[in-house]
């Protein structure tokens, strides 16, 4: 993280100036980590990571509260719904509680979308359903438990549902604008959707103007949008790919800059070093080419464009 060149790059400080920049910790607010036993809490990361935020004048966007993945084994042992309820309430009310007045905002659900064709015919909602404990236990009920309890712990904290993979038009949108739509209707003090904005195949490249119209049809519903987990690898061989990459990320915080709910554009990650796109399966791992610095954290095309937008915004 001190290796990260927003903290030293001049031109973003002025640009940027105090409080405008965000942390979102990567791993360091999973349960897997914070919660590795039933009642036990190891905040040791996660404090340094929001102390470190604090002596940089930066905002913390905390992840993720409730998530089918990243959870420590005796979380998903349990099958007595009424007990893995009072596990969600609890962790959520310990953790969030713990960070009260420090985190400007959580991820309090994290992908509840299903990635199952089936999940959306017949008259289902799209919801991930057996992956999830949450949703075996309490169906789309944890949603609203979920963020009902985040507020209870930290009122003036934002609080978000972060997914991935409705960037596009489609089944998977549609879906999850209905949910948003439900929960607001059953007032669920929720404040925003993050779109995730991982762009892993080339399929995924989408269109600013898409991304836009989702933006502000969650205006219409009183929410705010933000670009949560942007990376775009490109091939080896990609022909002008870091230019595909510079275009893709600039289009985004442009639009995100111009719509007035849009609150925050994050790059999952900021150096292709640590990129979690880095194929770990091999040795030695083959880093990816995804993110605005390069393995040796020179800027690349991206990180220019991203300051022209800025430069740029309205
Ligand atoms: O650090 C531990 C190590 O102590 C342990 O021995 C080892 C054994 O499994 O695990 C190590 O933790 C790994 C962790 O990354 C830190 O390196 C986990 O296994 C590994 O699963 C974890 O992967 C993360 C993944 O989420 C799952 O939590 C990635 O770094 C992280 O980039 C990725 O991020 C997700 C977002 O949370 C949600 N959206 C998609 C995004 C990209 O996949």
Redesign the pocket.
Known sequence: LAENPLLTDSRYRALAGSQFSMLTP??AF?P?FLHPRRGVYDFRDADLLVRFARANDMKVHA??LVWH??LPNWMRENDDPEEVRRTMLRHIATVAGHFKGKVAEWDVV??PMSDDEKSYTNGNLGLRSEQSPWYEAMGEDYIDEAFRAAHRADPKAQLFLNE?GVEEEGERWDALYDLIKRLKERGVPIDGVGF?N?EYTPGDRTAPETFRSHVQDLAELGIQARVS?MDVPIGEDEKDGRQTQADEMAGKLRVCLEEPNCTSFST?GFTDRYG?TADTKIYPPRTADSLPWDTDLRPKRAYERLLEALRAAP
């Open positions: 990567e791993n999973k897997q992840h993720t993945e990243a994290n992908e991935y995730q991982h987990e999952w979690s």
